[in-house]
């Protein structure tokens, strides 16, 4: 079985997010592709702007027509910080003899060399750099580059039009906007 994991902070979870995951699935042959909400990411701490509750509603939100894709909340069940070599050692343990895939955007290769236990990362899974559009990054030993669609959307960028007042239709599934609005969210 070869399973995939992708994290982040999702705050919130956009299309660009689903169409990666997407990408990600048919380009690896992934039997399956785990979304990993971060609890509290060591490089991004601070910046939340959702509760980790809401967070990991909208990443369910964002999957659920996808029968390829799930989602874990592994890290914020976990607590603390989220390092990414705790989670795949957990799904190591879990699904022993499942070849692990764990996916990154090419814009994360600058600072993995300062994520925890970068060796122990790469002898647990295979990781696979999502390249969008093309772009070029570079690659270090043992990883695999994946071409994936270009989609110019932003987390933040939508939590500003939010904030602006502006519509997010088509940065957002329609569930994930609807949810955006009853929780009064980034406003």
């Known amino acids: ?98 070849e692990l895939v764990f996916l990154v955007g090419a814009d994360v290769l600058q600072s993995f060399s300062r994520w925890r236990e970068p060796e122990r990362i790469r002898a647990l899974a295979t990781i696979a750099v999502m390249q969008r559009g093309g772009e070029p990054a570079v690659m270090e030993k043992g990883m695999i580059a994946v071409d994936t669609r270009r989609v110019d959307v932003s987390s933040s960028e939508i939590r500003a039009r939010v904030r602006d007042g502006l519509p997010v239709r088509g940065f957002v599934t329609d569930a994930v906007g609807d949810y955006i609005t009853a929780e009064r969210l980034y406003r």
């Open 1 to 98: 079985m070869r399973i995939g994991l992708l994290g982040g902070s999702f705050d919130p979870p956009h299309v660009g997010h689903l169409l990666t995951a997407s990408d990600a699935v048919e380009a690896l042959g992934l039997d399956r592709l785990v979304l990993v909400p971060a609890a509290t990411q060591p490089l991004k701490q601070g910046q939340a702007q959702a509760t980790e509750e809401q967070r990991l509603a909208m990443v369910r939100l964002l999957v659920q027509s996808d029968q390829r894709l799930e989602v874990d909340p592994v890290e914020m069940e976990r607590g603390g910080l989220s390092f990414t070599v705790d989670t795949l050692a957990a799904y190591a343990a879990r699904h022993p003899g499942a």
